[in-house]
C-alpha cells in the first residue's frame, strides 16, 4: 500500500520557520520524483517544491524560492521542506506527492503529473 505521510504543520508567526516532513512507503522511493503542494482555502492547489528521482535537483516556483528548500534522506524514505521567512500567504494545508515520472520542465506544477498523494499538514502564518 502506497502511503505519503505528512507531518510538521502547525501555527508560526510571520517571519518564523517551520519544517514539513514527508515519510513514503509502498513505491521505490530513489525511483520516483516527490512533490510539495499547497492549497489555501478557496484556491487552487499551487505547486511549492520538487525534487528530481536519482538525482539532488530541485525545483521551485518564483513565490518561495530563495524561501524554502527541499531535502531528501533516501535512506529514511523521507522528504523535508524547510520553510523560512513564512508569510501568512503562505498558510495552506501542504501536500507531498509521487509520481514516477523525472519532472520535465514544468511539467510538474501540474497536480495531475502526481501519482500518489498524501493527506496533508495544515500550516498556518499569523501576522
Known amino acids: 500500500e502506497v502511503q505519503l505521510q505528512a507531518s510538521g504543520g502547525g501555527l508560526v508567526q510571520a517571519g518564523g520557520s517551520l519544517r514539513l516532513s514527508c515519510a513514503a512507503s509502498?513505491?521505490?522511493?530513489?525511483?520516483?520524483?516527490i512533490g510539495w503542494f499547497r492549497q489555501a482555502p478557496g484556491k487552487e492547489r499551487e505547486a511549492v517544491s520538487c525534487?528530481?528521482?536519482?538525482?539532488?535537483?530541485?525545483y521551485y516556483p518564483d513565490s518561495v524560492k530563495g524561501r524554502f528548500t527541499m531535502s531528501s534522506d533516501n535512506a529514511k524514505n523521507t522528504v523535508y521542506l524547510q520553510m523560512g521567512s513564512l508569510k501568512p500567504e503562505d498558510t495552506a494545508i501542504y501536500y507531498c506527492?509521487?509520481?514516477?515520472?523525472?519532472?520535465?520542465?514544468?511539467?510538474?506544477?501540474?497536480?495531475?503529473?502526481?501519482?500518489?498523494w498524501g493527506q496533508g499538514t495544515l500550516v498556518t502564518v499569523s501576522s
Open positions: 506527492a509521487a509520481a514516477s515520472v523525472k519532472p520535465n520542465g514544468s511539467s510538474w506544477y501540474d497536480p495531475d503529473f502526481w501519482v500518489y
Open positions: 509502498g513505491f521505490p522511493f530513489d525511483d520516483y520524483a
Open positions: 525534487i528530481s528521482s536519482n538525482d539532488p535537483s530541485t
